[in-house]
């Protein structure tokens, strides 16, 4: 009844193969990019923006290509904050070392940079898969922290480490606001993640399913599981990569091999685990449950006088529960449970 | 050379300890299909637990190690019951995300029960050079290194012995070979599995003890898990022997590179040589030293 497509007929092809080929979901889907830019820069508070908001979005888009990765070529990664920290590093190097040249090119040439090294680190998949390649992914995230915590020439000579990001300017425009900020990074998420949608529709991502659901046969009817699995972990690491810059350029506001650790991998990989593996719309959804779940529970936990520590503890075991709730329960996360509801929406009041 | 003797012989005991770690995983693996991330988390919450109860309750260690044992034995079955047997033949790809669910979980349930203080444990073998060694071959060898390389040896030949010899022994090599037959032949799977992670568990607080004693029970345990890491993927996930070997050659080569290759380069290589090491082998031999042979058909 609320969800009805009776009456919606397609006539051309470009109509059946349209993103949301039902009416609601695009207005739906309209409204809220309205609201979220034309309203809520306005009424938003600076610290829902700058606290919450800007950290989903950002992490939307690193769960995305963990999800490009993982969810739709089934490559599973722990070394998603390496990726990040080398988008976050190049980016911050580019602006430093080629004064004048655009923020938005050097955030692109950061992307460029996480996918070369994620090409590199991607190779060993091509012989090694499951566990053994996960094990390995953990090395990149090792390796490539050690690299920007030892190697001076990276971080630009500074002795403490931890460097303050450049200013956003674009075109003379300074995004210096929490407000900017967050249109700014809402434009760029958006836009990457219609790419993303695009992208997993296509033929690439066909491979990319076909190497997932059984890489032996893939290669059988010819993907060619190098270019395919390569591709993955590049497309994968741009996505990490540019999500890593505007963490630390429209974020923290300064450079750090320390946030990049092996933490962040994993909140990462809870975020699409909790969202939907191999969903796009999953990686927004969880981006925002892991968010926002503990600032929920710390508002809880001092409604109720919890110390702080115990409070962290609990953070902890909450995680830890909803992962293997969401394992056992619904493996295929909100985002599976939003499109059940929509299911239930379509035949409603009807259950049949 | 003296040093250098040093350096690889204390790398080899250190090696040892990776490898109690890595024989957790490789128990589980072998019967179950399930690498369980949550191993270090297993470590640290039987070491605090071990602690917490001498501390809190002023047991004594004698005491406390049969309590730990029987804490860590419910707390496999509860794992078996709880998150284990719903997953049932799912991919062994969900497995693992749940245990890393599993060690997130157990990692707040240790500090929630005791606390996140960083607690000294004393065991009865003090840190000292073996004077013997260090008369004859004028190489410090630490006393507490040498003895946790036995308790591991006797651990290592406890459970050969329970593997090969008792009747228990016998089915968990069945479920490990063939799930199904060993069901078909009328082995309770349920029970071996849970039984096989009260063995993890156990073996854990061995490593948790060992590794608490040196370094004070402390969060940081939890991190021998990704240390466990590189052993497992140069030994082999279903080999006890290639956990062993593999502990000896991460621990020995990571000392070594420290030592000669870590000043060149600026030190703290330890963190990712264990893996690079690990990698570049599993691009020459994919399933590890002792691995079995993958087969893939469609």
């Not at chain 1, 690439?204 to 591709?231: F, H, N, P, Q, Y």
Request: aromatic share 12%.
């Amino acid at each position: 009844m609320f969800y009805r497509e009776a009456g919606q007929f397609k006539t051309t092809y470009e109509a059946d193969g349209q993103i949301l080929p039902i009416r609601q979901d695009r207005i739906a889907l309209l409204a809220t990019l309205t609201l979220a830019v034309l309203v809520l820069p306005f009424v938003a508070t600076p610290y829902l923006l700058s606290a919450i908001l800007i950290p989903f979005l950002i992490f939307a888009l690193a769960a995305l290509g963990l999800n490009i990765l993982t969810g739709y070529a089934g490559q599973l990664s722990l070394g998603t904050a390496a990726f990040m920290a080398v988008g976050a590093f190049a980016s911050w190097n580019f602006v430093y070392r080629f004064p004048g040249l655009p923020i938005l090119v050097a955030f692109v040439l950061g992307g460029l940079c996480a996918a070369m090294v994620g090409i590199a680190f991607g190779l060993p998949s091509l012989r090694i898969r499951g566990f053994y390649l996960a094990a390995s992914t953990l090395a990149t995230q090792f390796f490539v922290v050690w690299c920007l915590t030892k190697i001076p020439a990276l971080t630009g000579g500074s002795a403490s480490g931890v460097i303050t990001a450049q200013k956003i300017v674009i075109l003379g425009y300074a995004f210096d606001t929490p407000q900017r900020k967050y249109v700014l990074v809402l434009l760029i998420v958006a836009l990457m993640a219609l790419l993303a949608k695009n992208m997993v529709r296509s033929n690439v991502g066909r491979s990319w399913m076909a190497v997932r659901d059984m890489d032996v046969a893939a290669e059988v009817i010819g993907i060619r599981l190098m270019r395919t699995k390569l591709l993955a972990f590049a497309v994968s690491s741009f996505y990490c990569g540019v999500a890593g810059a505007l963490y630390a350029f429209a974020y923290l506001g300064t450079v750090e091999p320390e946030a990049y650790s092996l933490d962040l991998s994993f909140r990462i990989l809870f975020m699409i685990i909790i969202g939907g593996v191999g969903s796009i719309l999953g990686s927004f959804l969880g981006a925002a449950f892991i968010v926002l779940l503990p600032v929920g529970l710390n508002i809880v936990a001092h409604g109720l006088g919890l110390p702080t520590s115990v409070a962290s503890n609990l953070e902890l075991m909450v995680f830890g529960a909803l992962i293997i709730f969401f394992l056992i329960v619904e493996p295929h996360g909100l985002a599976r449970l939003w499109q059940i509801g929509k299911e239930k929406l379509r035949l409603w009041p009807f259950p049949h | 050379m003296n040093f250098f003797f040093e350096v690889l012989i204390g790398g080899l005991l250190s090696g040892v300890m990776y490898a109690l770690v890595a024989i957790g995983f490789v128990l589980i693996y072998k019967a179950s299909g399930v690498f369980n991330f949550a191993q270090g988390a297993m470590v640290f919450f039987a070491a605090l637990t071990c602690v917490g109860l001498m501390d809190r309750f002023g047991m004594p260690l004698w005491l406390a190690i049969p309590a730990t044992i029987a804490a860590m034995v419910i707390l496999g079955l509860c794992i078996e019951r709880v998150v284990l047997r719903p997953l049932v033949n799912q991919p062994e790809i969900t497995l693992f995300m749940a245990t890393i669910g599993l060690a997130f979980f157990l990692e707040g349930l240790a500090q929630l029960i005791w606390d996140s203080q960083v607690h000294q444990l004393a065991l009865p073998i003090e840190d000292v050079p073996l004077q013997s060694v260090l008369d004859r071959f004028n190489i410090v060898v630490s006393q507490f290194d040498v003895m946790a390389a036995a308790v591991c040896g006797v651990l290592v030949l406890l459970l050969a012995v329970l593997f090969a010899k008792t009747k228990v022994g016998r089915a968990l090599r069945a479920v490990a070979d063939d799930h199904q037959a060993a069901l078909a032949v009328g082995i309770p799977l349920q029970r071996i599995w849970a039984i096989l992670w009260a063995v993890a568990g156990v073996v854990a607080l061995v490593a948790g003890l060992l590794w608490g004693a040196r370094n004070g029970v402390q969060f940081a345990l939890t991190f021998i898990a990704l240390k466990a890491l590189p052993v497992l993927i140069l030994g082999g996930f279903t080999s006890v022997p290639g956990a062993i070997v593999g502990g000896l050659i991460i621990g020995a080569s990571e000392k070594l590179a420290e030592v000669y290759i870590g000043p060149l380069v600026g030190g703290g290589i330890e963190g990712w040589f264990p893996y690079v090491l690990a990698l570049l082998f599993l691009l020459v031999r994919p399933e590890g030293l002792f691995g079995e042979k993958i087969i893939r058909r469609i």
